[in-house]
Each structure stands twice: as C-alpha cells, then as structure tokens.
C-alpha cells in the first residue's frame, strides 16, 4: 500500500471531523515514505494543519465553494475530459472494472472518477502501475494546479504533489485546450446557472444531503480501516 496517495487521497476529501482528527497521521505517512520534494511535502502539510485549525464550518464552506460550486474545480476526472457526453459512461465502467479488480469496492454514493476514489485505487497497486495511470490524467491535474493557484488557494499543494508523482509533463496542446475553460465565480450565480444547466448528475463532494459528504465520508472510514504505516510504527516526524 502506498501511503502517499492515501494522504492525498484524504486531503481531497470534505473535512469531516473524522479526517480532521487524523491530520497528524497523514502528515507521518508523507514524511515516513518520502515520496515527495520536501518543499511540496511541507506546503501539503501545512494545508492540512490548515484544514484541522479552521473552524469547523469554515474549512467545510470553503472546501464547498472550491469544488462543488465552481465545475472548473470538479474533482471528477472524466468532467474535464468527457463532460456530459456517452462517452464518460463507457469511461465510468471501465474505470469501475479496475477498482473491482483491484479489490476496491465502492459504494452507491460514489462516482469512480471522484479523485480521492482514484487516488485511494492508486495506493493498491505496485508503485510503478500507479504512477504510470497517475500519469494519464496529469494534464488534467496541472490544469487544477494551476486554477487552484489562480485562485491562491492552498490546495493546490495537492496537485502539485500529484503531478510530482505522475514523473510525467502534460501535453501542452491538451493543457492548453482545458486552459479555455471558464473559471465562475461562486458568487455570480447566473454563472453557475449555466455552467450546471445540462447536467444530469451534480458533481462534486457534496450530494446536497444536510452538510456530510457521503462519498468523502465512505472514503474516510474505508481507510480508517487500514492505519497508515507510519501510524502502526510511530516514525515521522511533524513538518
């Protein structure tokens, strides 16, 4: 198991007290693997320590604001890619079929292409296969990086971290084309209006269900399951 992506995977989830309770394991597992650059490990970290000391709410609105109400930001892969078209359906199943393989089961409330889904499929396979389909998507990831930047949001410390990992340089033609892509303002909501006016499925962390995110919730507690491999044996120390 690679604890780097699990981390990540986390870090990308909806604060809920559970994740917000572990932040000083998943800054042990990053430190404990060493996987990244230690500039990039300390401004992931520091994005979660962020995350714990923010008011409960706070951490949750702002995290709401970024990912679900602005589609630039969606943390579904195949929204960047395919949109709305048949073939994110065909995609979707493909990518299911791996997770299955992979002994990853998910559950009704989650969409497989949910990043933190994809980066927790990632921490099952040998390391070399993760970053080799990590890399198929780092377009799409430095494309976020960047928004996320643009937005001076310290998020972007995650992918960040995740095109590091990927060892790999997007296509410029590719970046470029989702570089076109139109940045809304949460608070223009004519904006938003159009940006979701077609869309059959609402993507993002949060299903509209009070303030709990059920597919960042089910992550969460799938990997409390398994501690992380710093948190078994006690080493790393804090950034």
């Given at each position: 198991?690679?604890?780097?992506?699990?981390?990540l995977?986390?870090?990308?989830?909806?604060?809920?007290p559970?994740?917000?309770d572990?932040?000083?394991?998943?800054?042990a597992a990053?430190?404990?693997e060493?996987?990244l650059?230690h500039?990039t490990?300390?401004?992931?970290?520091a994005?979660?320590r962020e995350?714990a000391?923010?008011n409960?709410?706070e951490a949750q609105?702002?995290?709401?604001e970024?990912?679900?109400?602005?589609?630039?930001?969606?943390?579904?892969l195949?929204?960047?890619?395919?949109?709305?078209?048949?073939d994110r359906?065909?995609?979707?199943?493909?990518?299911?079929?791996r997770?299955r393989?992979a002994?990853?089961?998910?559950t009704?409330?989650?969409?497989?292409?949910y990043i933190?889904?994809?980066?927790e499929?990632?921490s099952?396979l040998?390391?070399?296969?993760?970053?080799?389909m990590?890399a198929?998507?780092v377009?799409?990831?430095?494309?976020?990086?960047?928004?996320?930047r643009?937005?001076?949001?310290?998020y972007a410390?995650?992918?960040?971290a995740?095109v590091?990992?990927?060892?790999?340089?997007?296509d410029?033609?590719?970046l470029?084309g989702?570089a076109?892509?139109?940045?809304e303002r949460?608070?223009d909501?004519?904006a938003l209006d159009?940006?979701?006016?077609e869309?059959?499925?609402r993507?993002g962390?949060d299903?509209?269900a009070?303030?709990?995110?059920?597919?960042?919730a089910?992550?969460?507690?799938?990997?409390?399951?398994?501690?992380?491999?710093?948190?078994r044996n006690?080493?790393g120390?804090s950034a």
């Open positions: 198991m690679i604890a780097t992506y699990k981390a995977s986390i870090a990308l989830c909806y604060p809920t559970e994740m917000r572990g932040v000083e394991d998943l800054i990053l430190q404990h060493a996987l650059p500039q490990s300390c401004s992931v970290s994005l979660l995350i000391l923010l409960h709410l609105s702002r995290y709401v970024l990912f679900d109400r602005t589609r630039a930001l969606s943390l579904h195949f929204e960047h890619v395919h949109g709305e078209s048949r359906g065909q995609a979707m199943v493909s990518l299911l079929d997770y393989d002994g990853l089961d998910m009704a409330n989650e969409l497989p292409d933190p889904a994809f980066l499929f990632l099952l040998p390391a070399a296969e993760a970053r080799a990590l198929e998507t377009h799409i990831l430095s494309a976020l990086e960047e928004r996320l643009k937005r001076e949001s310290p410390a995650v992918f960040e995740l590091i990992l990927s060892a790999s340089q997007p410029q033609s590719v470029a989702l076109e892509t139109e940045m949460p608070s909501l004519a159009r940006a979701w006016e869309a059959e499925v993507f962390p299903d509209g009070g303030t709990s995110c059920p597919r960042a089910d992550i969460v507690h799938r990997m409390s399951k398994e501690p992380l491999p710093s948190a006690g080493r120390a």
